[in-house]
Every structure is written in structure tokens, then in C-alpha cells.
């Protein structure tokens, strides 16, 4: 079985803590990662070099290795460049997830132009994360060996939903060839079940799993619908 074969209807979990927020410890990340494993994940999304190098050693599970390098002024901060694509495969990422919208990095390029570069002078598999079914299609074109819905309501000019975006995910997954990853706002086993029901390949869970201050906020919201 190969590394995507292994995806199918399984669970993959985001292991991320951005600066400035309570687990962004050396170390942690990787223990969050291995309680998933033995909860039963198949793989690992994590962000930047040494998180990645240490998820890698404690869990041995295969990563979707990321970089997020904010630039002033410009959106496009998911593995923006090449060097940061070759940092994080050379950290021991088995995928390397790029932003792949119809926005220009701060070096004016669009990222999904490095997809070919990225496969042939790394030799990685590359997974495209996107907003909208014409980006994805259009990833899938530039040569992305999966195609992943992350950025749907981040872009100025994608659907904001509350949860995922299910009609992103059943039109991309009539019309992709490639496989299609679900990630972004699934909340609950029922979005998931739903998510691989509309023709999901596999799901990427990170803030209902990993971020307990996200996890608080969501049940204090809830509470004070009904309280306040």
C-alpha cells in the first residue's frame, strides 16, 4: 500500500501552535501528535521545521509538512516558496502542503507555479490546499497529487461557512481525479461522516482535536447562547 492508499477514509490530524499561544513549546506538538496516533490517526499536518523533525521522530506516522511565513501585505503565507518547501521536506515531511489560490506570493508568483519544480527537484509528493472547485481543478493541473479544500473562507473571494464547506466538497469531488482532502471547520463526527459521505478521500482535523483554547471558546459560545 502506498503513502495516499493509506489515506482512504482514514482521519489525519493538524498538530499546529502559532506564536504566542499556550502550546507553541518546543515538544509539545509532538506529544499532541502521538496522543492522535493512538487515538488512530494515519498521518500528521504540522507547520515549520522543527516541529515537523520532532513529530517525525516521536510518532513516525507520515507528515503534511507546512510552513506558515507571514509577509507583510501580502495573504499567501502557506509554504510560500520554494525554500520554504525545501526546508520543510528536508525536515522529514512526506508531503508538502502549498498554497495553492489565485493569489500571488510575496515574490509576485503564484504558488501553484512551483507544484513542478517542488516533485522534481525534491522528489515529494505535493498536496494543493485551496479555496474554490477552480482552484482545485486547476491544481490538479499544474501536477498536485491531492487537492485539499484548507483555504475555502480564508480567501477574500470564498464561500464563509460556519462549518465545512460541503458544496466545495461535493463539486470537487465529482469533477477532481486526483483525491480529494477535507480540511477547514469540520467541528464534529457528524461533519466528518458527512464530509466522506459528499465523496471525501480522507479528513484533516486540527482545531476540534489540538487547540484546546479554540475547543473553550466554542463551548463557552454555547453556553452563553442559552445563559446570557
Given at each position: 500500500m502506498n503513502l495516499i492508499d493509506s489515506f482512504k477514509g482514514k482521519l489525519i490530524v493538524s498538530c499546529q501552535a502559532l506564536e504566542g499561544e499556550p502550546l507553541c513549546v518546543p515538544g509539545y506538538m509532538a506529544k499532541m501528535a502521538l496522543a492522535a496516533k493512538i487515538g488512530g490517526a494515519v498521518g500528521i499536518r504540522?507547520?515549520?521545521p522543527e516541529d515537523i523533525k520532532s513529530i517525525k521522530k516521536e510518532t513516525n506516522l507520515p507528515i503534511i509538512g507546512i510552513w506558515k511565513q507571514m509577509t507583510e501585505g501580502c495573504d499567501v503565507y502557506i509554504t510560500p516558496t520554494f525554500e520554504s518547501a525545501k526546508a520543510v521536506c528536508e525536515a522529514g515531511a512526506d508531503i508538502i502542503a502549498i498554497d495553492c489560490t489565485f493569489r500571488k506570493n510575496a515574490e509576485g508568483r503564484f504558488t501553484w507555479e512551483l507544484i513542478k519544480e517542488i516533485k522534481e527537484k525534491l522528489n515529494v509528493l505535493v498536496m494543493a490546499d485551496i479555496s474554490t472547485v477552480e482552484?482545485?481543478?486547476?491544481?490538479?493541473?499544474a501536477g498536485a497529487d491531492l487537492v485539499s479544500t484548507t483555504l475555502s473562507g480564508y480567501t477574500s473571494y470564498s464561500?464563509?461557512?460556519d462549518g465545512p464547506d460541503f458544496e466545495l466538497i461535493s463539486a470537487l469531488s465529482s469533477k477532481l481525479s486526483v483525491p480529494l482532502m477535507v480540511e477547514g471547520r469540520i467541528w464534529?463526527?457528524?461533519h466528518a461522516k458527512k464530509a466522506f459521505e459528499l465523496g471525501a478521500y480522507a479528513i484533516i482535523?486540527?482545531?476540534a482535536i489540538t487547540r484546546?483554547?479554540?475547543i473553550t471558546g466554542r463551548f463557552v459560545k454555547a453556553i452563553e447562547e442559552v445563559t446570557v
Open positions: 504540522a507547520n515549520g482552484e482545485g481543478l486547476n491544481a490538479e493541473k464561500k464563509k461557512t464534529t463526527t457528524d482535523v486540527g482545531g484546546p483554547h479554540e
